[in-house]
């Protein structure tokens, strides 16, 4: 029996491309989104191209009872990766965002990725193996006014995989942190940030990230920073500048 691969997000860009890296390399997979119909489609061209078993489950993940009832399907499967890639910004300033989807947003980059990474980390310690990847991104490392909320909950992904990792040291079981800059994906579009000067410019695809990510995970890596200017970035500026600095060119490229 194949090992048992988990996607959030995997109806499209970084969570798709996830899909295609895992059934390259023979996983089964189970695929989580909210879009059934484009999830059918994914899962018959990936079987199409690859051979690969895959299932799929259209979910919410912002629901109540979502993650438990995604637990279910996998049962007593061997579930050996976790991608935990599902996640939305809000391109608006905490005074005029809509308060329902500052909370849906909470709910899905932050509840469910640590409910989801707690039950796979249970499953996964006490069989001695498996992996688990959660997405954040450069946001993580520097506040961000304009898109407040979002900036904070990847700030939460990158520390609570970090601290996770240090937990299963030895358990044979690792935790990667993904934090990718700037995409081409819908990212943009369904934040309401396609005019923000942080998505203009030659940006990686989906599909560049993916495999950065996978071989990353694969190799045990902890914090994966994609791209030589993210990196820079992620060590630069909340080292060498000040707060108050940060504060403004974020505010800035994000409003030109």
Known sequence: MNKLAII?????????????QLAKDNFDLLLVSR????????????????????????????????????????????????????????????????????????TLNISALTQLSQLAAQKMKSEGTGQILNVASIAAFIPGPGMATYYATKAYVLSFSEALSEELKGTGVSVTVLCPGPTKTHFAESAGA????LFSGNIPT???VAEYGYTAMKNGKVVAVHGLKNKLS????????????????????QNT
Do not use: Y
């Not at 050996?80 to 599902?86: G, P, Q, R, S």
């Open 194 to 197: 396609e005019k923000s000067g």
């Open 35 to 106: 879009d059934s119909k484009e999830l059918e489609n994914v899962a018959a061209e990936i079987h199409t191209d690859f051979g690969a078993k895959v299932d799929f489950i259209a979910l919410d993940l912002t629901q109540d009872g979502a993650v438990e009832k995604l637990w279910k399907k996998v049962d007593k499967r061997n579930v050996h990766t976790l991608i935990n890639n599902a996640g939305f910004g809000d391109l608006s300033t905490v005074v005029t965002a809509d308060s329902e989807k500052l909370q849906s947003m909470i």
């Open 206 to 208: 989906a599909a560049d």
């Open 8 to 20: 959030t997000g995997a109806s499209s860009g970084i969570g798709r491309e996830f899909a295609n």
């Open 234 to 253: 992620s060590l630069v500026m909340p080292r060498l500048l000040p707060r108050f600095v940060i504060r403004k060119i974020v505010n800035k490229l």
